[in-house]
């Protein structure tokens, strides 16, 4: 570490040859809190990773009245919210997505008015097809500032309908907004996505987090979801390992060569960003699955190949993968992702201007990006407060010598141990 606001990657310069341990999946783990806040009876999750977006979640739910007790990554829930309190409530989801749109919706169940806002870069992220949705269900809702954007406050109405429409085609969040609120309905909730369905592992990914504590699901196809009503129980979950980290563990071993185990992964998971090792393996790498996890390796005097690739379904590892494919001997192709340009930063532009900083040669189409190999060099990259643009140049600093990340601290919103990771290699 050079400054508090910058980070200077370590050259490795040779083979690796590591185990990696990744926190808990913050995607499942912020499904199961929500379970467990509505749940009756006690439960118990297990697995919980420590970054910033599940703190976030956590401290929302505690406002709303869950009564959760912490003992490191274990939460117990002896509480739930109580959903009939008339009393205002705000909550700061801070730069957290997920918590934001959660507990959105979680105000069209209770009785006061819940008002949910964040830091500026949330403030801007989209959120109209959520609200909208919402209102099509009953809530009342409305905005302090921006239309569709946060700070929004939402209430309960006098009526909600069991049937609703929404987006799928910008945040696969929204729909799982509304699959988590859905059992607390009376008559239960079908929901029809329209558009273009983007991110479908996440839908699926929801639905069995649901199940896991007793809500009855029927994803009938691609565009209908059908939830019946009964609430959910409180049960003891565990939270897988989380895929998305796993990435970078897995990258370094194909940008640097020799062998990284990632410790608990499986192929068959129920979180679609697994299937990264097998966009690994077209590329070169070798993957292998035994009882420990999942090791991918490349021997060092094999050439990474490039590829054609459609990620809309793993688009979380956009970042990831170009860094991958700047070290590549042909070129790569990434579609299927135009969304991205609306996460924590512009996953598109953001990204290939940093790369940029790196000597890479970067073309932006509206649905991704392509990336012919050439000489790389030295460089800033900025991360645009995105901490997956921070962890995948930190993997390009693995190679190159002389990378800077700025802003490094951003790491913190899903692995903040991710800097001393990245040293053990």
Same mark, same amino acid.
């Given at each position: 570490m050079t400054r508090l606001d910058e980070y200077a990657v370590g050259l490795k310069g040779r083979s690796l040859d590591a185990v990696a341990t990744v926190p808990g999946s913050k995607s499942i783990a912020n499904r199961a809190l929500i379970c467990a806040a509505l749940a009756r009876g006690a439960s118990t999750i297990i697995g919980l990773p420590d970054g910033d977006d599940t703190q976030a979640m956590v401290q929302g739910l505690e406002l709303l009245?869950? /009564?959760?007790?912490?003992? &490191?990554?274990?939460?117990?829930? @002896?509480? !739930?919210?109580? %959903?009939?309190?008339?009393?205002?409530?705000?909550?700061?989801?801070? %730069?957290a997505g997920t918590t934001a749109r959660f507990l959105t919706a979680i105000g069209l169940l209770r009785q006061g008015p819940l008002t949910v806002t964040g830091n500026e870069s949330l403030r801007?992220?989209?959120?109209?097809?959520?609200?909208? *949705?919402?209102?099509?269900?009953? *809530?009342?809702?409305?905005?302090?500032?921006?239309?569709?954007?946060?700070p929004v406050t939402v209430q309960r109405g006098t009526t909600c309908s069991d049937s609703v429409? =929404?987006?799928?085609?910008?945040?696969?969040q929204f729909v799982t907004s509304l699959m988590l609120i859905a059992p607390m309905l009376e008559n239960g909730l079908t929901i029809e996505l329209v558009g273009d369905v983007i991110s479908l592992p996440y839908i699926t990914m929801s639905a069995s987090v649901m199940r896991s504590f007793g809500a009855?699901?029927?994803?009938?196809?691609?565009?209908?979801?059908?939830?019946?009503?009964?609430?959910?129980? &409180?049960?003891?979950f565990v939270v897988? !390992?989380? *895929?998305?980290?796993?990435?970078? !563990?897995?990258?370094?071993?194909?940008?640097?060569?020799?062998? =990284?185990? $990632?410790?608990?992964?499986?192929?068959?998971m129920m979180q679609g960003d697994c299937r990264f090792a097998d966009v690994l393996k077209q590329m070169g790498c070798d993957v292998v699955e035994d009882q420990a996890?999942?090791?991918?390796?490349?021997?060092?005097?094999?050439? %990474?190949?490039?590829?054609?690739v459609n990620m809309s379904e793993i688009s979380d590892l956009v970042p990831t993968l170009a860094v991958v494919a700047m070290f590549a001997d042909t070129p790569t192709r990434i579609r299927g992702v135009g969304f991205i340009r609306g996460k924590e930063s512009d996953r598109i532009g953001d990204l290939a201007a940093e790369m940029r900083q790196l000597?890479?040669?970067?073309? @932006?189409? +509206?649905? &991704?990006?392509?990336?012919? !190999?050439?000489?790389?060099?030295s460089g800033r990259c900025d991360t645009h407060h995105d901490h997956?643009?921070?962890?995948? /140049?930190?993997?390009?600093?693995?190679?190159?010598?002389?990378?800077?990340?700025?802003?490094?601290? $951003?790491?913190?919103?899903?692995? +903040?141990? /991710?800097?001393?990771? %990245? @040293?053990?290699?």
């Amino acid at each position: 570490m050079t400054r508090l606001d910058e980070y200077a990657v370590g050259l490795k310069g040779r083979s690796l040859d590591a185990v990696a341990t990744v926190p808990g999946s913050k995607s499942i783990a912020n499904r199961a809190l929500i379970c467990a806040a509505l749940a009756r009876g006690a439960s118990t999750i297990i697995g919980l990773p420590d970054g910033d977006d599940t703190q976030a979640m956590v401290q929302g739910l505690e406002l709303l009245g869950a /009564f959760i007790d912490l003992d &490191g990554a274990t939460a117990h829930f @002896e509480q !739930p919210i109580d %959903l009939s309190r008339d009393d205002a409530v705000t909550v700061n989801a801070n %730069l957290a997505g997920t918590t934001a749109r959660f507990l959105t919706a979680i105000g069209l169940l209770r009785q006061g008015p819940l008002t949910v806002t964040g830091n500026e870069s949330l403030r801007s992220r989209p959120m109209k097809d959520l609200h909208l *949705a919402l209102e099509q269900l009953g *809530a009342s809702v409305s905005w302090q500032s921006e239309k569709f954007c946060l700070p929004v406050t939402v209430q309960r109405g006098t009526t909600c309908s069991d049937s609703v429409q =929404v987006s799928a085609s910008t945040s696969s969040q929204f729909v799982t907004s509304l699959m988590l609120i859905a059992p607390m309905l009376e008559n239960g909730l079908t929901i029809e996505l329209v558009g273009d369905v983007i991110s479908l592992p996440y839908i699926t990914m929801s639905a069995s987090v649901m199940r896991s504590f007793g809500a009855n699901i029927r994803i009938v196809d691609e565009r209908k979801i059908v939830i019946d009503g009964g609430g959910y129980v &409180g049960c003891e979950f565990v939270v897988e !390992p989380d *895929a998305s980290s796993a990435s970078y !563990p897995f990258a370094a071993a194909a940008v640097v060569g020799g062998r =990284v185990q $990632v410790h608990g992964m499986s192929l068959n998971m129920m979180q679609g960003d697994c299937r990264f090792a097998d966009v690994l393996k077209q590329m070169g790498c070798d993957v292998v699955e035994d009882q420990a996890g999942i090791t991918v390796s490349r021997d060092a005097t094999t050439s %990474l190949r490039g590829l054609d690739v459609n990620m809309s379904e793993i688009s979380d590892l956009v970042p990831t993968l170009a860094v991958v494919a700047m070290f590549a001997d042909t070129p790569t192709r990434i579609r299927g992702v135009g969304f991205i340009r609306g996460k924590e930063s512009d996953r598109i532009g953001d990204l290939a201007a940093e790369m940029r900083q790196l000597g890479a040669n970067v073309v @932006e189409h +509206p649905d &991704g990006l392509e990336i012919t !190999p050439q000489a790389l060099h030295s460089g800033r990259c900025d991360t645009h407060h995105d901490h997956r643009l921070a962890m995948a /140049f930190g993997v390009a600093g693995l190679k190159l010598d002389g990378v800077i990340i700025s802003d490094p601290h $951003v790491v913190s919103k899903s692995w +903040p141990q /991710f800097w001393g990771m %990245l @040293e053990t290699l």
